[in-house]
């Protein structure tokens, strides 16, 4: 399926110097050049539900999300691409459309707002019978495409990663892609996760039953690094974003990739690495939420 190609993808080095070189290698990969609207990971998380979608003729593709989630945007985009109808069930109820719901909408997408307890607590049978009346045939996508199509896409990344690298890092939220990249590099690769929320090792639980018992080795979640809690931020992070930016000639996104990269430079200044350690790290994309923090960056 020809919806979004990969030529854009390409591996950027990062300067090493502030860190006094204390790694081999510290590359990135440069998945938020994938697309504009469905950067970075959520396009492979996509990728295989949608063909799964049209293959078994399904009309309406439904998510969920807040109302800042990029895998929304990123659904609803695809979904129009691929002739199916869309719906995003949103957390909370919004007395403005956030940058991204209004994209949403702009991308066809019918949005039905329920209050945070109903999200949380409707299971998908119950989602199903209540919008069935309402949409045709539906294909329900967990949140953060978190199904096993979407950790399956998620594996697809590995075909970037070589095998010179010792260490991949990147930022989890789910957990989904950690899981299909785990699931597709070498057993000695180790891979490292970095939560952007308060207390994000929870997030082992859900990752760990769906890797296969051969690759349930060598990974590990960081949550040191959140700046507070998911979304939030200070000014701190944005000024490591904009020195980032003017270092290396790469934007990070405020809510994922500054807090991991972030992460990864009080790792190698803690001689957490060798030396002759190869570290890529993969940027997940995301760019579109800096919206909020646009004044403030570079
Ligand atoms: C969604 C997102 C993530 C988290 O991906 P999971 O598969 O849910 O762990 C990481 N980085 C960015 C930029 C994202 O948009």
């Not at 390409?10 to 994938?34: F, N, P």
């Not at 069930?89 to 702009?106: A, E, F, M």
């Not at 607590?121 to 967990?142: G, K, S």
Request: hydrophobic share 35%; glycine share 10%.
């Amino acid at each position: 399926m020809d919806i979004i190609h990969e030529n854009n993808v390409v591996i950027s080095h990062i300067d090493t110097e502030q860190y006094q070189h204390k790694v081999a290698a510290l590359d990135m990969l440069r998945l938020d050049l994938v697309h504009p609207v469905v950067s970075g990971n959520k396009w492979y998380k996509l990728r295989l539900n949608v063909l799964y979608a049209q293959d078994n003729n399904f009309k309406t593709m439904v998510t969920f999300g807040g109302g800042y989630s990029n895998h929304l945007v990123a659904t609803a985009y695809t979904a129009r691409r691929a002739g199916l109808a869309s719906v995003g069930i949103v957390r909370g109820k919004y007395d403005h459309l956030t940058p991204t719901l209004q994209d949403c909408i702009n991308e066809g997408m019918e949005l039905i707002f329920v209050t945070k307890e109903d999200y949380d607590t409707q299971t998908h049978p119950e989602w199903e019978q209540r919008l069935a009346a309402q949409f045709d045939e539906l294909y329900i996508i967990p949140e953060g495409g978190a199904n096993e199509w979407g950790r399956k896409g998620a594996g697809l990344i590995s075909r970037f990663i070589t095998e010179e690298y010792t260490h991949i890092a990147l930022s989890v939220g789910s957990g989904t892609t950690l899981t299909g990249i785990r699931n597709k590099t070498n057993t000695d690769q180790i891979v490292m996760g970095f939560a952007p929320m308060k207390q994000g090792t929870y997030l082992t639980d859900h990752i760990a039953p769906h890797l296969t018992p051969e690759k349930n080795t060598n990974w590990q979640l960081f949550d040191n690094w959140h700046f507070g809690g998911f979304g939030k931020w200070n000014s701190e992070l944005i000024d490591f974003m904009n020195h980032f930016y003017h270092t290396n000639h790469i934007p990070l996104d405020i809510i994922y990739t500054s807090k991991m990269m972030y992460g990864i430079g009080q790792l190698i200044a803690q001689n957490h690495f060798n030396i002759t350690d190869k570290i890529l790290c993969i940027h997940t994309g995301g760019l579109q939420g800096n919206i909020s923090v646009k004044g403030l960056l570079y």
